[in-house]
């Protein structure tokens, strides 16, 4: 909370990846375009060290966020590792997003029981 301040700035979790500098480091010049865009890291760090935080596994092999950590282990199957790191970092900015805009607490749930959750909510209309 010290490091974003005033959240009411914040409209979406977009603007937050930006003030966390998560948004891309476009390099182009005239006619030049740049095909590789690093991630900007002009704002906190703490967000990317949230992030990395959130995969890390104790001594015994136990992960310290199992759905984090799982969702990092399925994006490194198909990307590069700095790139799931920042697919994690963005999950956990939309996070922190959501906990402070519905000013509720955050609780583990798998997508699962997510679904099942907002199952009965859902009608499909024809």
Same mark, same amino acid.
């Given at each position: 909370?010290c490091? #974003?301040?005033?959240?009411? #700035?914040f409209?979406?979790?977009?603007?937050?990846?930006d /003030?966390?500098g998560?948004d891309? *480091?476009?390099?182009?010049? %005239?006619?030049? *375009? %740049?095909?590789?865009?690093p991630?900007?890291?002009?704002?906190?760090? #703490? &967000?990317?060290?949230?992030?990395? &935080?959130n #995969?890390?596994?104790?001594?015994?092999g136990?992960?310290?966020? @199992?759905?984090?950590? &799982? /969702? /990092?282990?399925?994006? +490194?199957v198909? *990307?590069?590792?700095? +790139?799931a790191? %920042?697919? +994690?970092?963005?999950?956990?900015?939309?996070?922190i997003?959501?906990v402070?805009?519905? %000013?509720?607490?955050?609780?583990?749930?798998s @997508?699962?029981?997510h679904?099942?959750? /907002?199952? @009965?909510?859902?009608?499909?209309?024809?």
């Amino acid at each position: 909370m010290c490091e #974003i301040g005033d959240f009411s #700035i914040f409209k979406s979790p977009k603007q937050l990846f930006d /003030y966390f500098g998560m948004d891309p *480091k476009v390099n182009e010049s %005239g006619k030049f *375009k %740049g095909t590789e865009c690093p991630m900007s890291k002009r704002g906190s760090r #703490i &967000a990317r060290l949230v992030a990395l &935080a959130n #995969i890390h596994t104790k001594r015994n092999g136990e992960a310290l966020n @199992p759905h984090l950590h &799982a /969702y /990092y282990q399925k994006k +490194v199957v198909s *990307k590069p590792k700095k +790139v799931a790191l %920042g697919a +994690v970092m963005h999950k956990v900015c939309n996070i922190i997003f959501a906990v402070l805009r519905d %000013g509720k607490s955050f609780k583990f749930r798998s @997508p699962e029981e997510h679904r099942q959750n /907002y199952k @009965p909510q859902l009608t499909l209309i024809a």
